[in-house]
């Protein structure tokens, strides 16, 4: 009894960010069946202390109009009841409202939806024991001005597969029961617990039109959605994949755009397999371009080289015992981003030309390992490896190795079951369903305690306002502007 008190308590606080609990241990029926009997109970109480009040107001004068030969009734006290029951109905029908799927406050709300749902969803039996006593689903919640976070204390009575589908098939029973719009920022599985996180206000597309929407700052850190952004400190390495036509080409020109706006130090170096519009561009600008395998490698060693003279400057003092970015030690230098567009179109190409060569004169396992290199070691020297392709390049850099370090992870279009293990090593059934109509998809940032990709809208670029090789151009000419190769690889 003193525990069911706790947890209704904790439900009375109907604002902030305390934790609320909630015990199920009966359905809707019983519920309703026992508020029915309080009520009940409530007016026969009312009636009984109206009509004591009615005796004892009124006993004076019955004794005193058998004298006067007139009964006088003192209906006072009626009249004072009879506000007491307009006031208890107001409160009742007030409480009744505010803790009701419609109410205006979201942690009263929450208590009846959360009913509601462990009922419709048989929670409750899944919790049976061998008599078929229904035992209880417990239930901790909270709710900030932008976050709903739910917790499920499923106490292993809950199988694996209802487990990971708790979270669906919440979020499907709070639109159906408020038709308001519920998005699943996250969920996870963690220690006994389901924990679902909810907010009503669903991410957006950016659209790039003019260089100053881009944020500028020291490091790289720039929004790629309304709620999502690039930090280079938590995803240093990035993977775009996607079939032709779901709009790959199109978040590459807003990385790399927005990498170089964010500094005007930031340089850029651009491989494309297919030799078609990101080389157009790069050479246009004069950033150093690789289509060949020759140029790749070309292009590759002379980013290793500027990484190994990056890690040599900072490493002079062995003494210091700051664990800093080239960038954040040397304020006045620039990141570089090293954008690898259709890897697997220069990978088919080379490995043909390989098979006439000697093993160790063929140039495409050379590109794979200082590709792979750059991935594992360039972080620290504030330098970015951009993969992007069909498909992830699992047959060039290995499955897990190079995956596992790419700190942001993006598919455009649909999936496959073969592409949702590569990518992100989950079952297609297990990772959440992206509106792919118009350039959506999926998208994994590291470093954010997330538990599954999230639906990702790709930035809408606006090539009419804001031409690319024409703007890619004028950033290039900036005070970083191209590297020193530029010449010999354009």
Known sequence: MIEKFIEWFSRLPPLGGGLSKLTVDENQVQVAYKKR?????????????????LIVYNFKNV????????IIFDNQSLNRMLLVALVIIIVISLWEFLHSRYSPIEKWKLEKLLRGFTEESDLLRQHDNSFNQTKSVKWI??????????????GGHVNVEIERDIARRLHGY?????????VLEDRRIQDGLVIMIFSHNTDERLVIDDLGKMKKSNTVNFPITKNLNWDVHKQPQIGIFGKTGSGKTTIIKVFILSFLMNNEKNECMIIDGKNSFMAQSGRYAGIPTATTAEECLQLLDDAISIMNQRYSEMNVDCSDENDLTYVEKFSGKGSILIACDELLALA???????????????????IADRILTLIL????????????????PASLLGDSIARSNLGMLINLGSLTQIQAQELFGRSLKDLPRADTSNYGGLIWLDGLDWE???PFFSPYYDDEKLPFKETLSKLAEAEGGGLPQAECLS
């Open 141 to 154: 919640y909270s709710v900030t001005d932008d976050l709903i976070t739910i917790k499920l204390m499923t």
């Open 37 to 53: 009997k309080l009520y009940i109970l409530l007016i026969k109480i009312w009636a009984m202390i109206t009509f004591l009040l």
């Open 377 to 392: 070691k360039s972080r620290q020297s504030s330098m970015t490896v951009l993969l992007s392709g069909q498909a992830f």
């Open 452 to 454: 599954a990709p999230k």
């Open 174 to 182: 709070f639109v159906k029961e408020t038709r308001v719009l519920w």
């Open 348 to 366: 088919s190409a080379t490995q043909a030309m390989d098979k006439l060569k000697k093993p160790a004169e063929r140039l495409m396992p050379q």
């Open 63 to 70: 004794i005193s109009g058998f004298s006067s030969g007139r």
